[in-house]
Every structure is written in structure tokens, then in C-alpha cells.
């Protein structure tokens, strides 16, 4: 079957402007989770989605970073007033939740490459 | 406090020669640890996982970890490193929160 998607696979914008990234999970995944990945830097955590359940939005840097989740869809990223700082490779992931079974394991979108000029 | 700490953020291996990429955890609950892989210009794809049913892990391309808990290190081996084998490599600790490794980026040399 398809695996997570993301889009667009890559951004260029200037400073100041809003950009918003989006992830398709796997069909059937109710946990979903967003990564910033800095250049030369490990794994930043974001936000985490499950179910109905209200997000885990411990990882988002500042209030220019939210995130929202339709139901147990598509995921958008959206990141106003853009900084130089904002650019890294923003990562997507579904998985099948621990309470509910399965693998555990995330399976990773290919990510959105966001450059701030 | 949750954390993961993978030793050598790169290391250098001749081909044929043993891969040991070290990681270790620091967990309140009992952990679930994931290695994954991130091959250049690609995203990122499970190894290999523990999940309490077995200590020693074996994941795909040849690849295995041990759980020692009294160690508290989920390090990843393989006997015999090949070319492909190059990308860098990110422990995952799951516990009370999702954790990654800083990552550690394995070269390997003909």
C-alpha cells in the first residue's frame, strides 16, 4: 500500500512569509507525529496527533509553528513569519498507536525540504 | 528525565570490517528502542525495534541490537560492513516521550 506522503517535497520562501507543509499518513495510522531535521542535526520532535485526543504540542519552538489534523487524515504544518532558522527538512510520520496494538515503529514521509532566504 | 544519547556522532569502518554504532537510553518506564536508517536524499526507515519480547534484535540488511538493560544501551552491530551500509543512523527511544538520537553518520571505505 501507498506510504506517507508529504508535500511539497520542496520549499523555497523569504523571510516573513507564512508556508504551510502537509502529510498524508498511512491509511488505518492514528498516530501522527512531525520532525524538524536541521542540517547536520539529529531527529527535533514537533507535535504529536492520536486519535480525537488533543495534540502533544510540547515540541513546537515558538507560536509561529501550529499544526492541525482532520480527523485521522491529512496533516498541515504551518509555520508563520518565516525565519532563517526555520529552514531544515520537516518530517512527517504515522504509526498504528501503542494502546492499540501493532508495531509501534513510525513510518517516515521523504519530508519538505523548506529553505528561508 | 527521559533521554537518548548516541556516542560518535561519526564513525568510519573499512568494508568487511564490524559496524557497532552505540546508543544509550535513560527511561523511568520500560522502553520500547528503535534504530532507524536515513540513506542520503532519502527519509528515514526502520532497522530494527525492541519491544520487551526478545533482547537481541535482528533488523534488515544484516543488522542486529541487544537490549541490555543494565547497561541501559540498545547498541546496533553488524559483522561485516558494506558500501551501502552508509547513511546515518538514529536511536528512538519510546517511552513516556518520543526521543531520537542526535544520529550518528557511519562511513564506510573500500
Known amino acids: 500500500g501507498a506510504g506517507v506522503s508529504q508535500s511539497p517535497s520542496n520549499k523555497v520562501t523569504e523571510k516573513g512569509k507564512d508556508v504551510e507543509l502537509r502529510c498524508d499518513p498511512i491509511s488505518g495510522h492514528t498516530a501522527l507525529y512531525w520532525y524538524r531535521q536541521r542540517l547536520g542535526q539529529g531527529l527535533e520532535f514537533l507535535i504529536y496527533?492520536?486519535?480525537?485526543?488533543?495534540?502533544?504540542k510540547s515540541g513546537l519552538p515558538s507560536d509561529r509553528f501550529s499544526a492541525e489534523r482532520t480527523g485521522e487524515s491529512v496533516s498541515t504544518l504551518t509555520i508563520q513569519r518565516t525565519q532563517q532558522e526555520d529552514s531544515a527538512v520537516y518530517l512527517c510520520?504515522?504509526?498504528?498507536?501503542?494502546?492499540?496494538?501493532?508495531?509501534?515503529?513510525?513510518?517516515f514521509g521523504p519530508g519538505t525540504r523548506l529553505t528561508v532566504t | 528525565a527521559q533521554s537518548v544519547t548516541q556516542l560518535g556522532s561519526h564513525v568510519s569502518v573499512s568494508e568487511g570490517a564490524l559496524v557497532l554504532l552505540r546508543c544509550n537510553y535513560s527511561?523511568?518506564?520500560?522502553?520500547?528502542l528503535f534504530w532507524y536508517v536515513q540513506y542520503p536524499n532519502q527519509g528515514l526507515q526502520l532497522l530494527l525495534k525492541y519491544t520487551s519480547a526478545a533482547t537481541l534484535v535482528k533488523g534488515i540488511n544484516g543488522f542486529e541490537a541487544e537490549f541490555k538493560k543494565s547497561e541501559t544501551s540498545f547498541h546496533l552491530t553488524k559483522p561485516s560492513a558494506h558500501m551501502s551500509d552508509a547513511a546515518e543512523y538514529f536511536c528512538?527511544?519510546?517511552?513516556?516521550?518520543?526521543?531520537f538520537g542526535k544520529g550518528t553518520t557511519l562511513s564506510v571505505s573500500s
Open positions: 510520520a504515522s504509526s498504528v498507536p501503542r494502546e492499540r496494538g501493532g508495531l509501534y515503529e513510525q513510518y
Open positions: 528512538d527511544l519510546d517511552g513516556t516521550a518520543l526521543i
Open positions: 527511561s523511568s518506564v520500560p522502553p520500547y
Open positions: 496527533f492520536q486519535g480525537n485526543s488533543a495534540p502533544d
